[in-house]
C-alpha cells in the first residue's frame, strides 16, 4: 500500500536547528525530515506530555506539553518513543524519514492503553504500555486478594481446632 506523499511546509524564517520541537511548521534542513508530533494530554490529573520525556534515537527532545510539535530530525531509520521520568518505556515505534519529507505521529495517551498512530490514523505502536488507570486498577486487584485472602486465612486458623 502506498501513501501519498505528505505536504511541504512553506520555509520558516531564519535556520532550524534539528531536534528542537517548534510550535510552527517548519521546512527540513538538507538531509533531514520533518517529525510533527501530536501529543494529548490523557485522562490524568497531571497532563502525561508535561510529565513524560520525548526521545528520538535515546536523544531527549524538549516538547513542554499538549499539542502539535515540529522536530527536524536526520534522515534514516529512529526510534522514537515517550518514556517516563524514570525513563520507563510508556509509547515506543519506529519510522524511516526520508530527506525531505513530513512523517506525522500522534501520541495518545488513553483511559486504559497508549498509542501512536501515523498521518493516515494507522496504529503504528511498537510498545503501548497500559495507562496510569489501568495499572492502578491491576495493582489495587491484586494487594485487595492478598489482604483479603491473608484475613481469610488468618481468621480461618484461627477457628481451627
Known sequence: MSY??????????GPVTPMIAYPHPIAPPPGYAVLV???????YIVPAPTTSRFKVNGQAVSIPGEGTWHVAVP?????????????????TTALV???GTVQHLSFRFGGWRNRVHDGQGTDVTKFGL?????IMLVTLAVVGLLC????????????SP
Not at 497500559?130 to 489501568?134: F, I, K, L, P, Q
Open 130 to 134: 497500559w495507562s496510569n488507570y489501568s
Open 75 to 91: 534522515a534514516g531509520q529512529h526510534d522514537v518513543r515517550y518514556t517516563d521520568f524514570m525513563g520507563i518505556p510508556l509509547i
Open 4 to 13: 501519498p506523499p505528505h505536504p511541504q511546509y512553506p520555509p520558516v524564517p
Open 148 to 159: 483479603c485472602g491473608g484475613f481469610g486465612l488468618v481468621a480461618a486458623l484461627s477457628t
Open 37 to 43: 508530533v501530536s501529543v494529548n494530554r490523557g485522562p
Open 97 to 99: 524519514a526520508h530527506p
